[in-house]
């Protein structure tokens, strides 16, 4: 997918990409390639895959879940910055937080949102355990992101504990096994959520499989989670 695919594929959604927003995109992939020589960041990077499995993959939440506007939104373990930024090129009005443990990926962010001229975008080096527990996260977000390889009741403990009551956790994911719902919804119910259901579409171009999980939080999460770093992973709820 080169950019003018890209730029058609969005308007297919009724995303219409001005010229700043596409030397947006374009600085953000020369940006990601070059600190990727320095720090890893993506094992993508060939551009019209990281148009097609990054840029546009980031952006489906906007028309595929219930993102409204001037929301707060959480990104759990962005990485280069995955898809919160990408949204925020899109939807300026997007009050935007990345959370991540790793202090050289956020240097990379705090470039990059420079790079591109992104207000409202928060770079937060911590553990998401340890954000979970910080009264200036936890519970403040209407949306929470995570596109991450890590199961869902793993990600849920991560994650919830930062929605707002009534707010949605946004789990991206290539696929989603029945096996991997049923073992994460305990952890769901425990952490004040509900699962509300799954999206799925196909990517342009290459027709793989794209799936968000919307989990909508219902009750505040008690107050012993997020445990300790660590502790989730080696310890999902069950």
């Not at 499995?53 to 506007?69: G, R």
């Not at 790079?115 to 936890?138: I, K």
């Not at 171009?205 to 799936?211: D, H, L, M, P």
Request: charged share 25%; aromatic share 8%; hydrophobic share 40%.
């Amino acid at each position: 997918m080169n950019q003018d695919e890209f730029k058609m594929a969005l308007a297919l959604k009724g995303i219409y990409l001005s010229e700043t927003q596409l030397e947006q995109f374009k600085r953000y992939f020369e940006l990601l390639i070059e600190w990727n020589n320095k720090i890893n960041l993506t094992a993508i990077t060939e551009e019209s895959e990281v148009y097609l499995k990054h840029f546009y993959d980031s952006l489906m939440p906007l028309w595929m879940t219930p993102i409204t506007d001037n929301q707060s939104l959480c990104d759990v373990g962005a990485g280069a910055g995955f898809p919160s930024l990408p949204m925020k090129i899109i939807r300026p009005d997007l009050q935007v937080t990345i959370i991540d443990s790793l202090n050289k990926r956020i240097n990379f962010l705090k470039l990059l949102v420079d790079e591109l001229g992104l207000d409202h975008v928060n770079l937060v080096h911590a553990r998401a355990e340890e954000a979970g527990q910080d009264p200036l996260y936890r519970g403040q977000f209407d949306i929470v992101t995570a596109r991450a390889v890590a199961s869902l009741n793993v990600l849920s403990e991560l994650c919830l504990p930062l929605n707002k009551k009534g707010g949605y956790f946004l789990a991206l994911k290539s696929q989603a096994s029945e096996d991997e719902l049923k073992a994460a919804q305990k952890a769901i119910q425990v952490l004040g959520a509900k699962y509300e259901g799954m999206k799925q579409e196909e990517l342009p171009v290459e027709g793989s499989e794209r799936t968000i999980l919307v989990i909508r939080k219902t009750l505040e999460t008690p107050n012993k989670y997020p445990r300790r770093p660590g502790k989730p992973n080696k310890q999902p709820i069950k």
